[in-house]
Structures are given as C-alpha cells and as structure tokens.
C-alpha cells in the first residue's frame, strides 16, 4: 500500500513461501487457514513503489508473484474500499486462471473485430435478450431468453468466426467479472448480482438520439469492454437455471466458454427461433439496424486504436491488462488524442505524473 505521496505504507503478502525479500520484522500470521506477512520494514521501498499497479508475476523472493498496488487517495485503489477488494479480487482471480485453466493461446483483436452493422446489430440484439434475461422472474422466462441467445450467438458464428474472440473473452474477463459480482452485495460495491448489466444498455440507451450519446470508444466498448458484462450476464444466468457452481467453475477450467455452457444447459438451438423471429419480440420498431448502421459508420471515424504491441511509429506499446485497466476505468482508448486523467495514469501505468 502506498500513501498519497506514494511512498510505501504498508507490504503485506499472503501465502508467500519467501516474503524475507521484501524486509525485515515480517510479522506471520494465520487467518482462516490462510499465511499472512506484514512487512515492517520494506527492504526496497522505491522499487517497490515503481511497481506496475499489478503483475501477475513479479519475481519476489524467486517466486512468481502476484502483485497489487493499493495507493491512499486514489480513485478506485483506496486500500479499505469495497471497490479495491473487488479490483484485488477479480484481478487476483486472473493468476488463478493462468495457473490452473486450460490455456488458449488466441488474443483478443480490437483493430481487427467485426464492426459491420450486421454484427453490432446482433450484438446489440444480444444484450437485450440478456436485460431481457436479468429482469424474467420465472425459470420458464428465463430458458426462453437462453434459448434466444443461444440461437442468435449459433447466428453470429455462422457469418463470422471472429464470434469465437468474444467467447473468449466472456470465459477471461466475464468470469472475473462474475467474482466481482459474488462477493459484491457484501462489499457494497458497484459491480453486484443486482446489476451485472449495466454496461449492456451502453449504445442502445442513445439509439433513439442516433447513437450519438455513447458515440466514443465505440470500438473499445464492442471488441473488448462489452465482454465483461456479457460474461457475468451469461455466468449469472446458469446460475438461475440451476447449474451449479462446480460444474459451471470446471466447465470454464477445462475451456468451455460461458455462452458454450449455456448452449449445454438449453439443448439444441430451436429452428423456430430464427433471428428474424427474435428481432420482432426484441425490436419490435426496428431501431437496432438503424442504430447499428450509425455505429458502425461511427467506429470507421474513430480509426486504429493504436495499442499494443505492434503499435505503429510515433505511439507506445500498451499490454493488454493496461488496456483493460484503461477502458474499466472509461477511458476512450480509440479517440485521436486519449486523454488519461491523473488517478487513472497512476493505477493502469504507475505515473505520478498527469497523464496526457
């Protein structure tokens, strides 16, 4: 943890079997079962302060460890807040996932995701049938909307096998999404089981003032951001058709994707559910293909995010926890010029400095 002139307050490891690197007057303790070391005397304070605010693996004692920078009056780091417990919970989650899951060795290609308007408006049609999902009361509602999802995402993969990146990304960021959402009543934070779809209405809010409300990071929301929200929406609606959480937890650790277990769930697609058919219950005043259309022209305008690590001459290399970081956190990483505000520089790229 570090106070708000970022010089190390507090260095606590858990579970760590060498914590002696990190200082002297370790005091261990056990909690639940769990070891716990607090660092009295911090071996290297500056190093340890020019951290990443997360890395999966830094080399602590000769062990690959995960680490997280808590920073006092920081936005969304505030160690003791129940935003930063779900941040150190669904990113802590993340090593887990690399250590136990089955890999997949595919990434996520923003640049390269399919922004036509046939598919933003399939995908916008998708999460309606998942609001749809969350607000059904009954568990007949609820098969319905599945079988529905189903039947459009079968759709999707038809006409484009870039469909599969989603899936992907729903098992990666929606599941983590998902923890957030398990322990977030408690917490009080922003990401709980009542809300999981909030990011879902994003665009479709402003279809009916053209699109132009959300008209940023259109392509940072469709081909990365949109994933969180969708995973937990898919994760949460097992869940209340009764799959239980070991079957769901070792279906993702063995590679099915949440909308694959959901296919599972449901059985086959029905013929009768064709799209066609779905867009008239869902949108009954067609304003998903204008809306999409709108869209799509509009992620043409704001070009190549420019990230990652084959960015172009005259831009920086970003990875892609530092992106996620960025768009968790609102920023439009597909504007000419982004923007980054201070506390945001700090948490995603460790800058004391203003970001710009």
């Given at each position: 943890m570090l106070d708000a002139d970022r010089t190390v307050a507090t260095v606590v490891?858990?579970?760590?079997?060498?914590?002696?690197?990190?200082?002297?007057?370790?005091?261990?303790?056990?909690?639940?079962?769990?070891?716990?070391?607090?660092?009295?005397?911090?071996?290297?304070?500056?190093?340890?302060?020019?951290?990443?605010?997360?890395?999966?693996?830094?080399?602590?004692?000769?062990?690959?460890?995960?680490?997280?920078?808590?920073?006092?009056?920081?936005?969304?780091?505030?160690?003791?807040?129940?935003?930063?417990?779900?941040?150190?919970?669904?990113?802590s989650f993340h090593r887990y996932q690399f250590d136990n899951w089955s890999p997949?060795?595919?990434?996520?290609?923003?640049?390269?995701?399919?922004?036509?308007?046939?598919?933003?408006?399939?995908?916008?049609?998708?999460?309606?049938?998942?609001?749809?999902?969350?607000?059904?009361?009954?568990?007949?509602?609820?098969?319905?909307?599945?079988?529905?999802?189903?039947?459009v995402r079968r759709a999707r993969h038809e006409r484009d096998s870039r469909t599969s990146l989603d899936e992907l990304q729903e098992r990666t960021e929606g599941s983590a999404r998902y923890l957030e959402h398990l322990i977030g009543d408690s917490l009080g934070n922003v990401y709980t089981a009542r809300n999981h779809t909030r990011e879902l209405v994003f665009y479709d809010d402003s279809l009916d003032r053209g699109a132009t409300a959300n008209a940023g990071g259109i392509r940072s929301f469709f081909g990365f951001g949109r994933f969180y929200s969708s995973g937990a929406s898919l994760l949460s609606l097992l869940d209340r058709l009764g799959v239980s959480v070991t079957d769901i937890a070792s279906g993702l650790q063995d590679g099915s994707t949440p909308a694959e277990l959901l296919a599972q769930r449901v059985g086959p697609v029905d013929k009768s559910?064709?799209?066609?058919?779905?867009?008239?219950?869902?949108?009954?005043?067609?304003?998903?293909?204008?809306?999409?259309?709108?869209?799509?022209?509009?992620?043409?305008?704001?070009?190549?995010?420019?990230?990652?690590?084959?960015?172009?001459?005259?831009?920086?290399?970003?990875?892609?926890?530092q992106i996620?970081?960025?768009?968790?956190?609102?920023?439009?990483?597909?504007?000419?010029?982004?923007?980054?505000?201070?506390?945001?520089?700090?948490?995603?790229f460790n800058d004391p400095d203003a970001g710009g």
């Open positions: 490891a858990f579970n760590h079997p060498a914590p002696a690197p990190l200082g002297s007057s370790v005091l261990r303790v056990d909690v639940d079962g769990q070891d716990v070391a607090v660092i009295g005397s911090p071996a290297d304070p500056d190093a340890l302060a020019s951290m990443a605010p997360f890395d999966f693996f830094a080399d602590i004692g000769g062990t690959d460890t995960f680490v997280l920078i808590g920073q006092h009056g920081a936005s969304g780091v505030e160690p003791g807040t129940p935003e930063f417990a779900a941040l150190m919970a669904h990113e997949d060795d595919r990434v996520q290609d923003i640049d390269g995701y399919d922004f036509s308007a046939a598919n933003l408006e399939l995908v916008l049609l998708e999460n309606r049938i998942l609001i749809a999902a969350y607000e059904a009361g009954t568990v007949s509602e609820i098969e319905h909307f599945a079988r529905q999802f189903a039947a559910q064709s799209v066609s058919v779905i867009l008239t219950e869902h949108d009954p005043d067609g304003e998903l293909a204008a809306g999409a259309a709108n869209l799509a022209g509009l992620a043409l305008e704001e070009g190549s995010t420019d990230l990652g690590t084959n960015a172009p001459a005259g831009t920086f290399g970003v990875s892609d926890d996620a970081c960025l768009i968790e956190r609102g920023v439009d990483i597909n504007a000419d010029n982004i923007t980054v505000p201070d506390d945001v520089a700090r948490t995603c």
